[in-house]
């Protein structure tokens, strides 16, 4: 037990240390830059205002009946990402010039054996240089960070798609599909945005609007607000979704395990009244005159800790070889482990889960590139492999990070075309 709290103390000790290493480092290039006492100030009120809003904040819940998974996003979210920004800004800060009192302990022990008082002088004038150097790379980021949560997060992009296929039955040439993915409700905030994403959707004038899962972070009741916006989605031949691993409410703790099953019914429930059809391990027959193309969804399957709940021999049942098949499935990965490899052909698989990271660079033609690649190796976009094609959506919403830099959130519209 006494280890274990010395243990304890221990690494808060260094925690206070480092942190404070990395304030007074922060300190000094300000300092060593500015020299106008007045900036040094305003500098010092900012950092103490962005703290003390993020505490406020956690005061007010602490002191309320809310509870915090529910209302993380409407009161923490934003000001927990300005903590974050500021500490990175400050963390990038003093790597330089920790990196620079490094190179300067092994300069001063050279001229402390080889005495030289001009590279001294050198030294004192590169702090100055360095600091610069480190508070413009530090504000860097910064722009991108805010833009990223107050504009980023709400540039829906329609990314369309011409897929063609021989076997496509000629009646569903030309056949329209929107793709949507990750709502995630409990992080959505503005409602006028939120109307204006939906009403894009629907002047992509489908014939399918189908959703790969994640509608909540973690409770049905994230929805209650959001409800009425999303039943407005409309499309000729119906609204379908499939589950995400968000969408058991495995996330967040309950006290009684009656409370999850309760929370998980309420969430089909919702999707029902919201008119979407919910796809569990099941396929459903799209028909046009006398043709039809099958819609097969399910439920989440994961790569590594994720859920396995998919299965889709159980979801393909009562299928021939020769049906068009359009799979939705929540996780990539599971295209790459598993159906890409199946002895069934899927034409084309739906699917969100990376959000692209809500993080990378993308130039079309030129660089598609979000550290998320690293986990997924299908992570955003179109891939064509074995004539069969996967889409994966970089989502609707986002989670963590309230914002999004470099990838937008996304309304894929996939016209099918007979060849
Ligand atoms: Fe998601």
């Keep these: 037990m006494k280890a274990n709290l010395k243990n304890i103390a221990l690494r808060w000790t260094i925690l206070v240390i480092v942190f404070l290493l990395i304030e007074i480092y922060a300190f000094q290039a300000f300092k060593t830059v500015f020299k106008n006492k007045w900036i040094l100030k305003i500098y010092i009120v900012f950092n103490a205002l962005v703290i003390c809003n993020l505490l406020y904040r956690f005061l007010v819940i602490n002191n309320s009946s809310l509870n915090f998974s529910d209302v993380f996003y409407n009161y923490l979210s934003i000001p927990f990402a300005f903590v974050i920004t500021l500490f990175g800004f400050k963390l990038i800060i003093s790597s330089f010039l920790l990196f620079e009192d490094f190179t300067r302990v092994l300069i001063s022990s050279f001229n402390f054996l080889f005495s030289t008082t001009e590279s001294n002088n050198f030294l004192i004038g590169r702090r100055g240089f360095i600091s610069k150097i480190s508070i413009l790379f530090a504000a860097l980021p910064i722009p991108f960070v ?15 798609y011409e897929l063609e296929f021989d076997d496509l039955p000629e009646e569903f040439d030309g056949y329209k599909l929107t ?7 409990g992080s959505l905030q503005k409602k006028n945005k939120v109307e204006y994403a939906v009403d894009l959707i629907n002047k992509q004038n489908s014939d399918l609007v189908l959703f790969t899962g994640d509608f909540v972070n973690n409770k049905a009741n994230e929805l209650n607000e959001w409800k009425k916006i999303f039943s407005t989605i409309q499309s000729r ?7 995400g691993n968000h969408d058991y409410g495995d996330y967040v703790s309950w006290n009684f395990e009656e409370d999850k099953k309760k929370n998980f019914s309420n969430l089909l429930k919702i999707q029902a009244e919201m008119g979407f059809k919910l796809l569990l391990n099941e396929n459903i027959k799209i028909s046009s005159k006398s043709q039809s193309i099958s819609l097969v969804g399910v439920e989440n399957w994961g790569k590594g800790g994720f859920k396995k709940k998919g299965d889709i021999d159980k979801a393909c049942q009562g299928l021939t070889e020769n049906d068009f098949k359009i799979v939705m499935s929540h996780d990539p990965s599971h295209w790459d482990k598993i159906l890409k490899k199946h002895n069934t052909r899927f034409h084309l698989t739906l699917s969100g889960h990376t959000h692209g990271m809500q993080f990378g660079i993308e ?6 590139w979000s550290p998320v690649k690293w986990a997924y190796k299908y992570w955003a976009g179109m891939y064509n492999e074995r004539s069969q094609y996967l889409n994966v ?3 609707f919403g986002v989670l963590g990070f309230p914002g999004r830099v470099g990838v937008w959130p996304e309304i894929s519209v996939i016209t099918l075309k007979k060849v």
């Design 237 to 243: 031949d119906g609204k379908f979704s499939v589950l």
């Design 179 to 185: 793709h949507i993915s990750d709502i995630h409700s």
């Design 363 to 368: 130039i079309p033609g030129l660089i598609k």
């Design 393 to 395: 959506n970089r989502g």
């Design 146 to 160: 805010l833009h990223g949560i107050f504009r980023g997060r709400y540039n829906y992009r329609v990314v369309n």
